[in-house]
């Protein structure tokens, strides 16, 4: 799938994760301050990618800069939980999150689901309503950063 030469790609192999990673690494761990222990967990190692959870990545020219991960969700009435979005720095703002994000709303429809839930950072909240995600319930912290429950229905 290529958008504004954004080309979105399932996570199949350890390369793939590592670019994902890449990101990841960059948003969470060294602007945000998150360490890596609390980041990188067992869906993103030894092969935790495949099944049921969906990590995928989008690609600018050849280069990793969007990932996000779709899987189920049994600890609420979602059916899907959406996380780990991110995308780098220099490159936000210019419309490739919301593209990424409208291809994990297809990915998800493919697999039936119907409603989603993720854990929005407070400044990307706004980002979120304007894809049609509502917000609700108290500010948590995750990775001690702030967050809102946000849900989906497709």
Known sequence: MAHMQLEIRRVETQADMDDALSIRRAVFIDEQNVSEDEEIDGHDRDGGWLGEVVQMTGYLNGKPVVTGRLMPDTASDADAHIGRVAVLKELRGKGYGRLFMLALHD???RRAYTKLRLG????????????GYVASGDVFLDANIEHRRMDLSL
């Open 107 to 109: 990915e998800a429809r």
């Open 120 to 131: 929005a950072q407070l400044h990307a909240i706004p980002f979120y309503e304007s894809l």
